[in-house]
């Protein structure tokens, strides 16, 4: 920069400020390019009743089938062998259920479902780089196979621990994760768990429904069940309910607060990039500075 | 006055006993890398759905972008507070800058599982993404810094193009292009300079906001809002320690003498630097009472007193002694703590803190991991080699008496 004189700096100062005025005027729009995210008043959610299940386990089995996932024969989910460990859902399963002793009842045990809970303020949406991930009108999360590019950035942001990924698989290796049946609902018919659920373990409706059938019947059981829903304030809502009998901290759901799990960081993000000023700011600061300091030598050089 | 410094090509061999070595080592992570293209992530590492992430991302891109700082710290001390005394060390810099940022974006890829839609970020936004952020960041960085080079590759071929055989027809013109860019390249470089420290500034502190939305799986020694900034002040103080560390091994390799009174100066900024990180880590300690968990033994408190102590608390005392900063000795043991510190930092945010819900067994890199992170280290050392011995990128003292100005950093 030695050549260039003072006028020709300013000139092209000029032209970078221009420029990143115009970029900022345009960035709200982009800014808003972000992923659906929707909190209908009207979403859909599912009430489980750990109280009622009975661990047959027909849901794995239908949620397998109705995904186009390898089920086999419903016949071998009768074997109980299988409550002998924990088990976590993953790319061969988008839902398992869990057997935990039953305090009150020790030749009833507690059998748990586990999905994703379909969150109303999802950290995978948030999260997630490209926008794979989006909470739809119908309150399901779904994850879109054609943006994803496997960072895994979504498990390391999700609460539940839920979206699993196909480790052994060198091209197209999916996210795995409970979709809600969104393309069964879109159609009118039910959630492939719901459906086959023998012992209506499983309700579905509207989530404000849920949450006052729920009431009603911690109003009505207070012994049956813990006055706690599962799910009605943790991390700021969840599609999925549950009620239980036992503290859900013993059946392996995670302490969380009522906070949303993106709440902190969007912030941040949102601070750092407000309207793009800070960056913009923080270039002309150093743009000054780089001038100062050249001008600075310069007349240094000129005295000598 | 010192004698004027000049960059120059290196003359010394390429091949040593040391260099075979790592030769090696680069060709054993590429065995390894191969295994992991064909059949999958799983089969050369020990991720899984409780460990998403792990040395690839917490040491290769993690720690790869804050050891990269040397590149932003010194472009903004030469060229932005234009400190002329501190132009020997800037072109090591970028260099160093320029392959850790290439070797980030590589390691993402061997990371992604679906590596060949890595440019997906370009087209689909999430702008509530801390990730998105950095990707974007870095993309647009890594093109800054390969343009900020561009003039070391300009100078090094006006005047000396010379292709073999029918291609020699074209000398005259690509000569004539080298100069044209090096016009152009001479009056606009200032708009990189700048940009290039603005995006180091928006990356490395986002780099930090990654981990927040992990949320209570992260153990509450590192879990803070104030990551960004912890992340920005760490990546600052690491920037001078890589440039001295870097400069005493490249002298020590080639038998040129330490630029001593140089490193010394820059030592003297890191003991301040090291200083504000410290409070600001102490601070956020203190104010979110997490000193408690440090009453307990476990690896978490046991890695984080590592971390404060020997990569912060020690090196910041060496730093600030007159004795040591006068030392290659001294400075270089203490700018190996800093980094130690720093890469430390980044392995326990990422790794160490990393507490899954439903954890069955604890990570542990596998030896793939292991052989591709080390493999990529030799492969950039190596690179380094080749770059410093075929382009002027080293200052030696200038004995000819040739005309420094002629030589000076464009856009300086």
């Known amino acids: ?304 | 006055m010192e004698l004027a410094m000049k960059p120059e090509q290196m003359k010394k061999k390429f091949f040593t006993p040391w260099v075979i070595a790592l030769t090696l080592i680069a060709i054993n992570g590429l065995i390894f890398l191969a295994i992991r293209f064909f059949w999958g992530i799983g089969a050369v590492t020990n991720l899984s759905n409780e460990h998403p992430w792990g040395i690839w991302i917490g040491i290769d891109v993690a720690a790869g972008v804050a050891l990269a700082a040397g590149g932003f710290t010194t472009a903004a001390l030469g060229h932005i507070m234009h400190r002329d005394k501190y132009e020997a060390v800037i072109r090591p810099a970028l260099l160093t800058a320029m392959l850790g940022y290439t070797f980030v974006a590589v390691s993402v890829a061997v990371d992604l599982g679906r590596y060949y839609s890595i440019w997906h970020p370009l087209i689909y936004w999430n702008g509530n993404s801390a990730l998105f952020e950095v990707g974007m960041c870095v993309m647009i960085y890594v093109t800054v810094l390969y343009i900020e080079f561009l003039p070391i590759v300009t100078e090094r071929f006006i005047g000396r193009v010379n292709l073999p055989g029918v291609l020699s027809r074209l000398n005259g013109t690509i000569d004539k292009i080298l100069r044209a860019l090096d016009r152009g390249l001479n009056k606009t470089m200032f708009i990189f300079i700048i940009a290039g420290v603005v995006l180091s500034c928006l990356h490395q502190s986002s780099l930090g906001t990654l981990m927040i939305i992990a949320g209570p799986k992260m153990h509450p020694l590192w879990q803070t809002p104030v990551l960004p900034l912890l992340f920005l002040l760490s990546a600052f103080s690491v920037g001078f320690p890589m440039v001295i560390m870097e400069s005493i091994t490249a002298s020590k390799s080639f038998g040129l003498k330490p630029e001593t009174h140089i490193l010394s100066k820059l030592g003297s900024m890191v003991g301040p630097l090291l200083g504000i990180y410290l409070a600001f880590k102490l601070g956020d300690m203190f104010i979110r009472e997490t000193f408690v968990y440090l009453t307990e033994l476990t690896t978490e408190s046991v890695m984080f007193s590592i971390e404060i102590l020997l990569g912060v608390v020690i090196p910041l005392r060496m730093f600030l002694s007159n004795e040591v900063r006068k030392s290659p000795t001294g400075l270089y043991i203490a700018s190996v703590l800093v980094i130690f510190g720093v890469l430390l930092n980044r392995i326990n945010n990422f790794l160490v803190a990393y507490t899954p819900p439903y954890e069955t067994a604890s990570y542990f890199p596998s030896i793939g991991e292991i052989s591709v992170t080390l493999g990529f280290v030799c492969m950039e050392i190596l690179l380094y080699r080749f770059f410093v011995k075929h382009f002027p990128i080293i200052s030696i003292p200038d004995k000819a008496g040739i005309n420094k100005a002629k030589y000076s950093i464009k856009g300086a």
């Open chain 1, 1 to 304: 920069m030695n050549k260039q004189n003072r006028r020709d700096f300013l000139k092209s100062v000029t032209t970078v400020g221009i420029t990143a005025a115009g970029l900022s005027a345009a960035a709200p729009t982009k800014l808003n390019a972000a992923p659906e995210n929707v909190l209908s008043e009207d979403r859909m959610g599912v009430l489980v009743d750990t109280t009622v299940c009975i661990g047959c386990r027909k849901c794995e089995w239908a949620c397998k089938e109705s995904h186009g996932m390898h089920a086999g024969d419903i016949e071998d989910y009768d074997e109980k062998g299988i409550f002998n460990s924990r088990r976590r859902p993953d790319h061969t399963g988008h839902t398992v259920v869990n057997e935990y002793e039953n305090d009150k009842n020790r030749s009833l045990p507690i059998y748990l479902k586990v999905q994703c809970m379909h969150c109303d303020r999802p950290a995978c949406v948030s999260a997630c780089i490209v926008g794979a991930f989006s909470k739809k009108e119908s309150g399901a999360v779904i994850w879109d196979d054609s943006k994803c590019i496997g960072c895994r950035y979504c498990m390391v942001a999700c609460p539940f621990q839920i979206p699993a990924f196909d480790y052994h698989k060198a091209l197209e290796p999916d996210i795995h994760k409970c979709d809600f049946c969104f393309d069964r609902t879109k159609n009118g018919k039910l959630p492939a768990c719901v459906e086959i659920c023998p012992v209506e373990t499983l309700t579905y409706g509207k989530r404000s429904d849920l949450i006052q059938v729920a009431r009603n019947k911690i109003k009505n059981y207070p012994d049956r069940y813990l006055d706690h829903i599962f799910g009605e304030t943790e991390v700021g809502g969840t599609s999925w309910l549950y009620l239980a009998s036992k503290e859900f901290e013993k059946l392996d759901f995670p302490k969380l607060g009522k906070n949303p799990a993106p709440g902190v960081s969007e912030s941040i993000q949102h601070g750092i990039f407000a309207y793009f000023i800070p960056p913009i700011a923080l270039y002309a600061l150093l743009g000054g500075i780089m001038w100062i300091s050249k001008n600075r030598d310069k007349s240094e050089g000129e005295a000598h």
